[in-house]
């Protein structure tokens, strides 16, 4: 697999697509930070690293009756065209309403908190 991020936001979409209560995946520390995160803003219910020597990441999607809270997923940077930031340069996803997703040397954060800390990176994905 060359982009395993990419990888995880599609079966996140998916999963939403189809109502599934939960999608499983492959563990990596990155998609782990960028799930926390998903969490932390509420775009999903729980997040869960489950198996002892295969890890997998356990996350459970929320819904809002019928209809997935997360609207839309796009990766920015991919391994074919890496999409590097400034602190200035992050963008606002719909007016403030999703979330920028950025790997910085401090960790991967929003860019809301990257911005608050003058901090640049690899623009990951954008969440709303």
């Given amino acids: 697999m060359s982009d395993p991020i990419s990888d995880m936001l599609t079966r996140i979409r998916n ?19 960028v799930a926390k995160i998903l969490k932390s803003e509420g ?20 819904y809002q009756g019928k209809k997935n809270v997360i609207e839309g997923l796009k990766r920015v940077s991919r391994p074919g065209l890496r999409r590097y930031v400034g602190a200035t340069e992050i963008p606002r996803v719909l007016n403030g309403m999703g979330v920028s997703i950025v790997s910085t040397p401090e960790g991967v954060m929003t860019g809301a908190e990257a911005k608050k800390k003058n901090l640049g990176g690899e623009l990951l994905c954008q969440v709303w």
């Fill in 15 to 33: 999963a939403g697509r189809a109502l599934l209560p939960a999608v499983e995946l492959p563990h990596s520390r990155m998609k782990e930070s």
């Fill in 43 to 62: 775009y999903v219910a729980e997040v869960a690293v489950e198996g002892a020597t295969i890890k997998k990441l356990k996350i459970r999607l929320k």
